[in-house]
Each structure stands twice: as C-alpha cells, then as structure tokens.
C-alpha cells in the first residue's frame, strides 16, 4: 500500500540556520508533491507544489527539492525564525481528480 | 478573492446523537470539495471528496455521510456519533482543471463525543 513517512520526531533548531525535513514516500509515483503548514488547532496552509519533472522549487526562504528516484523530497527553510515553528506536512497526489495523500507531519521548533 | 468558512468550530456530543458541520466555499466557482479527519498524532484521512453538485465518492465505510446540496456547500452528516468519531474535522476545496495549486483548507471543527 502507499507510505509516506515523515520524522515523527520533533526537530529543534537554533534560530537563522537552515531546517531540513525529510519526506519519503513507498509504493507511489505521485505527479504532484506538496508541502504544507499547519499550525496547533488550524487547518493546513498550502506552501509549495513541486512536479515530478520538476527537481526544485523556491519561495522566498522555502525551498522544495524531489527526486523521483530516491522516492523523497526535502524541505528546507533558511535563516530560520520562531514564527515558523509549527507542524510540517508532506503530500503526494497523481493528478486526476487531485485526491491528494498526507504524511502525518514532522513538529519544527525553532528556538530564539 | 476565495474564502472558505467552516463551523462550528468546536463541538462536543454525546454519542448516539446526530451530527451536521457545514463547509461553504465563496470566490470560486465548481470546486473540488473534501473533508479531511485528522485524530491525534496522526495524519489527515481523507473522508469524502465532491466533484460536482450531488457527486460524493466516499473513501472509507464509517459512520459518516456527505451531501453537496449546492455548487459551494459541503455538509458532513452522521445520523448516530460513536466515540471514534471524535477527532478534528476539515473541509478543503481545490480548483479543477486549471492545473493543480494545492488545497485550501477551512479552519476546522473539534468533535469530541462523549
């Protein structure tokens, strides 16, 4: 069946480096990979969507990379600040009528 | 610009009661709509998805059903809540056939029954 796993262990990092969180997904050759945001007690919050042609994707201090071959993707913040401390998700879809799949998240907290 | 607004945002019910959590979406025309159930430390699963008015696919047998009554409303429904049905609901919607910008998801409702 399809997997996609995340850390579930939360990663605590000092504020202005760079976080990585990783994204691996089995049993799945999604067109679409996307990461989203979400916040204690909030619905998730789209970041970016990066396409299985496509290697990486940037937005501002984010940056998304997939490789099809290894079946993962990482996600990167740089110059890290508190107020991206939150929850993480990675999530796969194959197009169509755009069913998408949720990892169950990885906690960042960045410490001041 | 799009909204989408959900309510209530927090519910407590005993169970064998019934359930309605309504979804409306403004801005937007024909969108895809879905509800999302998240329990704790666990991921988002994926409970009914609408493509059209009167058109729910259902991906896993529960409890719960789903209605699309008009183009931008999406109520999910129970007619007796059981205690796994607590957990934090989700609505979300998407935009079809305009290539593929990511969901955009209400704010929720906190179901605890009891």
């Known amino acids: 069946s399809q997997k996609i796993e995340q850390n579930s262990e939360a990663l605590n990092i000092q504020e202005g480096k760079t976080a990585t969180l990783t994204c691996n997904y089995t049993?799945?050759?999604?067109?679409?990979l996307q990461w989203y945001r979400q916040d204690p007690g909030r619905g998730p919050v789209f970041l970016l969507l990066?396409?299985?042609?496509?290697k990486e994707k940037r937005k501002e201090r984010l940056k998304v990379t997939f490789d099809t071959t290894l079946k993962q993707s990482l996600f990167h913040i740089t110059a890290s600040q508190p107020a991206d401390s939150a929850t993480y998700l990675c999530?796969?879809?194959?197009?169509?009528?755009?069913?998408?799949?949720f990892g169950t998240g990885t906690k960042l907290q960045v410490i001041p | 610009s799009q909204t989408i607004h959900q309510w209530p945002a927090t519910l407590v019910q005993p169970v064998g009661s019934p359930l309605s959590l309504e979804c409306t979406v403004e801005?937007?025309?024909?969108?895809?709509l879905y509800w999302y159930r998240q329990a704790a430390g666990r991921g988002l699963q994926l409970l009914f998805y609408?493509?059209?008015?009167?058109?729910i696919s259902s991906e896993v047998p529960q409890n719960l059903s789903a209605s699309r009554p008009q183009d931008r409303q999406f109520i999910l429904s129970s007619k007796k809540l059981l205690l796994s049905d607590s957990g934090f609901y989700l609505c979300?919607?998407?935009?079809?056939?305009?290539?593929?910008?990511?969901?955009?998801f209400g704010s929720g409702t906190r179901l605890t029954v009891v």
């Open positions: 979300a919607w998407s935009t079809p056939g305009q290539g593929y910008y990511g969901y955009t």
């Open positions: 049993n799945y050759s999604p067109a679409y």
């Open positions: 990066i396409r299985e042609n496509e």
């Open positions: 999530a796969l879809s194959s197009g169509g009528y755009q069913k998408v799949t």
């Open positions: 801005g937007t025309s024909n969108p895809n």
């Open positions: 609408s493509v059209g008015i009167g058109q």
